[in-house]
């Protein structure tokens, strides 16, 4: 029994994987928010260019 519990404290494999899904959520985030944040600006560029193609009504 000792010689299982020792064995368990020294397996690192699953503290690995899991920091290495931090790690990939994290960069799930800054990818989402850059995304995003490109979105809006991309969408108003476009409304500005549409805004100025569009003809003057009176």
Do not use: C, H, W
């Amino acid at each position: 029994m000792k010689n299982l519990i020792s064995r368990f404290a020294k397996d690192e494999s699953g503290a690995t994987a899991i920091e290495y899904g931090l790690i990939a959520a994290g960069i799930s985030v800054a990818i989402i928010s850059v995304v995003q944040t490109l979105g809006t600006n991309l969408n108003s560029t476009f409304q500005t260019i549409s805004d100025k193609l569009a003809p003057a009504t009176p």
